[in-house]
């Protein structure tokens, strides 16, 4: 019991110091200042697109449900011409990582016989500038808070060893593994005392912005993404501590962390794009949209009676009435071609669809294979799944869409079968029927759902953590190896 | 007995012999070495992406066109009819449409720029051609992290070079006191600063000739003319300034210790290269927000409605203005929604471009402050550069995109008025059908796109000279 009492009071005795010795160097103000500029600025500027965003999404669901209930008589055919627009519901956690919504459109048109690609990327109006990265709260969180972890603690072991103070202090006793747990200890509080109040702050802005029915989804959002960052954060303190512990002058350690973070942070996730891109190509949009439209021009034209496709249908079902003439058919023809049509067109997108999504889930499992080399690529797609801006959020958003426009096109072709009779496209419906027509509703994927497929990253980012964790302590000089140094 | 001070020659064959025998020399440029391999590698097999990418387009418009050109033929003999009038419009629509290509530019692989995410080719034909635009099918998440593309790996990467060429010039021998004894012969602190960056430099120098030529040898087409020379040379001069004003700024940021040249160093690096383009980046879009995309969309489907309620007066208009194109007695009668489609096409794209006009605005606003903000950031000026070399730059694709305008406008000039006026389409017709040609940018308009950025880069170099003077003046040995 006393024994494990010092060990603690020992530990604390070198956290207090190493705390102290971070509070007295001009490094820590210096970075402190930069690095909380730097959030509170990201934050700041990221927060007010969110909201701006956000009333842009709800006005624009207002404007196009408005427009679809303002058509007069109509053709129900025309009316699934005129379609409407869904537009992709900003997550409130965005702000923090925008994560692909700068590249996959914001909306998508809902038509008749065509499920189009999302349009309207905030990445068409890109500059140069773009080519940098943004400057988003993840961008400080995970690319520059490494640097920050390393200028803070290059120097701890490595520094002392300069100064001949790590000989004495081995001298008196104190075991070396509780020299790294008191510093890791020390430093983790400083840069929890740096980082607790724009984070609080900024999580608790957030809540400003986000609906009131998702409140408890956020809550956990916001508590894991911390929960991860101060992971992710630890893998670099441990990384520190451990070469730290090594180099034989702070200069040395400095150059090699510094490298380090160079090559994972900056290196290896570009270098993987440009490899898996290669390895596993995607079509490009010409022949993909040539594809869908071969493939369509095979199949049933709902406005061409002639296909031999619609003259099958049309025999099959004037067999079905008993009947020998397409107007003595008790539901009107048109309609049932352009239902089968649509039924047909859906077997097509879905085909070549979901084989384009199947590339980028091929591609996202590569570059989760290739985090085993950089812990950014681990925790930057749980990161996007807690911000629900990853592409598995998008896809579900797109297949919502999808689903919903064949559930609308279904429905104004039912009324047509019934209702159009023998006037076929002349006949109108009353506007009563667009009041009827389903709303488009989507809520996004709960959190459990958009963790589900993350497993992989964080079994990474975990190991990464153990691994560096056990890296700080095993790396560490033993007193024999010290002395010979 | 006068001593001599030592000549330049001695001084740098000296300088090189200590630079040769430092492992962190062999370090950094081996590393280098490999990034750069690796970024014109990743150039070249994008490059060679998009000539398959293209070469498949061309062979499938030119089969689609003679099966359609077959078709004009076959019903020569036929009387216009409706089905004429079905052909004349699959010569408009999708069987006739034709491609405006960006063909692909010699640096190409220099830079990705803009083909990340602009189309580089446009599908043309009486329906809006910017519904027909086709964006890259990248995965959004690879967007997001951008590819490791030689432009990053010259930008971001490349510095990190000079600086360690560069870091602890003099402060490694001003350490161990032997500065003070160099100084004490007939030699100035400038003169050994210089004689000591000479040799660096020409490493620098190597790279910067090596590189550009290594981009245009794995471009798809070798050709070699002066324009493709002249953007090589610039380059070259671009990237030997960028790197020399690294090698500068590492030698006149060196202090009194060598581990506190590595931090000021990294520091230096981290703010010019990388925070103070994001700041500006952040800056920008606080003083110039671009209006949410959700407009576009409410555009397209206000011009929509729009079009629906006014096509047929516009084709009214149409007609009297153009008394030849309307139909006559002699004409066969299409019915009204055949012209009133083409006038509710084109103004949609009235429509739609009215919207894009204010997002336009914006990018240029943000444009404006770029031309400025380069002056204050190197990185910015090199990548801004480069890109107007490999021409992947947002107004290369701009230039690309008012030729499709052009091409779009001059092709309707022709296919309109013959389809509003039920003029069929003959054999002849159909071939004389405008094609899409494509003007490269003159080398005047990419030399005076760049020329501000060499400007800005000879700026900074001058500015890092001076500051190494003056500290080289107030720093005692």
């Known amino acids: ?72 008589e109509e053709n129900p055919h025309v009316a699934a011409h005129h379609g409407t627009y869904a537009f992709a519901p900003r997550s409130p956690l965005a702000f923090f990582d925008a994560g692909v919504s700068p590249f996959t459109g914001i909306s998508t048109w809902l038509e008749a016989h065509h499920q189009n690609l999302f349009e309207n990327r905030p990445s068409d109006d890109a500059t140069t500038l773009d080519r940098f990265d943004a400057l988003t709260p993840a961008f400080v969180g995970q690319v520059m808070m ?33 020299l790294v747990v008191g510093k890791t200890l020390g430093a983790a509080v400083v840069l929890l005392a740096l980082l607790a109040a724009p984070v609080s702050l900024a999580a608790l802005l957030v809540f400003t912005v986000a609906p009131v029915e998702s409140t408890s989804d956020l809550a956990y959002s916001v508590f894991l993404l911390i929960l991860l960052h101060l992971l992710y954060w630890g893998i670099f303190l441990f990384l520190s501590i451990g070469v730290s512990a090594r180099a034989p002058s702070p200069r040395v350690a400095l150059t090699t962390l510094f490298a380090m973070w160079v090559v994972v942070c900056w290196v290896i996730p570009r270098a993987s794009v440009s490899i898996i891109d290669r390895e596993i190509p995607v079509p490009s949009a010409a022949s993909f949209q040539a594809a869908i439209a071969h493939q369509l021009s095979e199949g049933i034209d709902g406005h061409n009676p002639s296909d031999q496709r619609a003259e099958q249908l049309k025999v099959k079902l004037l067999r079905q009435y008993g009947v020998s003439r397409v107007e003595d058919l008790p539901v009107n023809f048109d309609g049932v071609a352009l239902q089968e049509s649509e039924e047909y067109g859906a077997r097509v997108f879905d085909r070549n669809f979901s084989s384009l999504w199947d590339l980028y889930r091929r591609q996202d499992r590569l570059s989760t294979v290739t985090s085993v080399l950089s812990p950014l690529l681990a925790i930057r797609p749980l990161s996007m799944a807690l911000a629900g801006t990853d592409n598995d959020s998008h896809l579900d958003f797109v297949r919502a869409a999808e689903d919903y426009r064949r559930r609308l096109v279904g429905f104004l072709n039912d009324d047509m079968i019934r209702n159009a009779g023998s006037a076929g496209y002349q006949y109108h419906a009353q506007p009563d029927l667009w009041r009827r027509t389903p709303e488009f509703q989507y809520r996004p994927r709960v959190l459990n759902v958009r963790l589900a497929g993350q497993t992989a990253s964080l079994a990474c980012l975990l190991a990464w953590f153990t691994l560096s964790a056990v890296m700080a302590v095993w790396a560490s000089p033993t007193r024999n190896s010290h002395r010979r140094t | 007995m006068s001593y001599r001070a030592p000549s330049w020659s001695v001084l740098i064959r000296y300088e090189w012999m200590l630079l040769r025998r430092g492992a962190a020399f062999w370090l950094a440029t081996t590393a280098f070495c490999g990034l750069a391999l690796l970024g ?103 967007l997001a992290i951008g590819q490791l593309d030689l432009s990053f790996i010259l930008v971001v990467l490349y510095p990190l070079l000079p600086l360690t060429l560069g870091y602890g010039l003099l402060s490694a021998e001003r350490e ?43 471009s798809p087409d070798r050709a070699l003319s002066s324009a493709i020379a002249a953007r090589v040379f610039l380059c070259q001069v671009l990237l030997a300034l960028y790197g020399v004003f690294w090698l500068v700024l590492a030698a006149g940021i060196g202090g009194k210790h060598a581990s506190s040249d590595a931090t000021l160093g990294a520091a230096s690096w981290v703010t010019l290269a990388i925070l103070l383009p994001s700041s500006l980046n952040v800056a920008a879009a606080f003083l110039y927000p671009l209006p949410p995309t959700e407009e576009l969309s409410l555009a397209t489907r206000q011009s929509t409605e729009q079009a629906g309620r006014i096509s047929s007066q516009l084709l009214k208009e149409y007609f009297e203005a153009h008394p030849d194109h309307a139909p ?56 801004q550069a480069l890109e107007e070399l490999a021409d992947t730059s ?38 004389a059908i405008p094609t899409f040609r494509w003007n490269p940018r003159p080398l005047r308009v990419v030399a005076a796109a760049t020329a501000p950025c060499l400007a800005a880069l000879l700026a900074a170099l001058a500015f890092a000279l001076w500051a190494l003077k003056v500290r080289g003046r107030m720093r005692a040995p």
């Open chain 2, 40 to 142: 014109i590698a990743f150039g070249a097999a994008r490059t060679a992406c998009w000539e398959s990418s293209q070469e498949t387009l061309l062979a499938e418009q030119e089969a689609r066109l003679q099966d359609l050109r077959n078709r004009v033929i076959a019903t020569a003999d036929q009387p216009e009819s409706l089905n004429t009038l079905s052909l004349n419009y699959a010569i408009g629509g999708n069987d006739g449409m034709r491609y405006a290509l960006k063909p692909i530019p010699a640096l190409a692989a220099l830079a990705v720029g803009e083909t990340a995410t602009a189309p580089v080719h446009y599908a043309i034909q009486y329906v809006r051609k910017e519904a027909l635009m086709a964006p890259p099918l990248t995965n959004p998440h690879h």
């Open chain 2, 328 to 383: 006559g007695p002699d004409k066969p009668a299409y019915t009204a929604n055949d012209g009133n489609w083409v006038m509710y096409q084109e103004e949609i794209a009235r429509g739609e471009a009215l919207a894009r006009s204010r997002f336009r605005e914006q990018v240029q606003n943000r444009e404006q402050m770029i031309s400025v903000a380069r002056f204050f950031s190197p990185p910015l000026a090199l990548w």
């Open chain 1, 1 to 72: 019991m006393l024994s494990a009492f010092s060990t603690a009071s020992q530990t604390m005795l070198v956290a207090r110091h190493e705390i102290r010795c971070l509070a007295r160097e001009g490094r820590l103000r210096v970075v402190g200042v930069v690095t909380l500029l730097l959030l509170v600025s990201a934050v700041a500027v990221s927060l007010r697109q969110s909201r701006v965003q956000q009333a842009a999404h709800e006005q624009a669901v207002e404007a196009e449900r408005a427009d679809w209930l303002s058509q007069d």
């Open chain 2, 176 to 218: 161990g006191g032997i500065l003070s004894l160099t100084l004490s012969q007939p030699i100035s602190q400038m003169r050994l600063t210089l004689a000591k960056l000479a040799p660096r430099a020409g490493v620098i120098l190597v790279f910067s000739i090596v590189i550009p030529i290594a981009v245009w040898a794995v």
């Open chain 2, 394 to 431: 947002p107004a290369a694709f701009e230039h690309f995109r008012r030729q499709a305008d052009d091409y779009e406008a001059e092709w309707k000039r022709y296919y309109v008025p013959r389809t509003l006026s039920k003029i069929k389409f003959t054999a002849a017709d159909f071939d």
């Open chain 1, 146 to 178: 490494p640097l920050v972890i390393i200028l803070l603690m290059f120097s701890s072991l490595a520094g002392e060893r300069e100064a001949g103070i790590l000989p004495l202090a081995f001298a008196q006793g104190a075991p070396f593994r509780r």
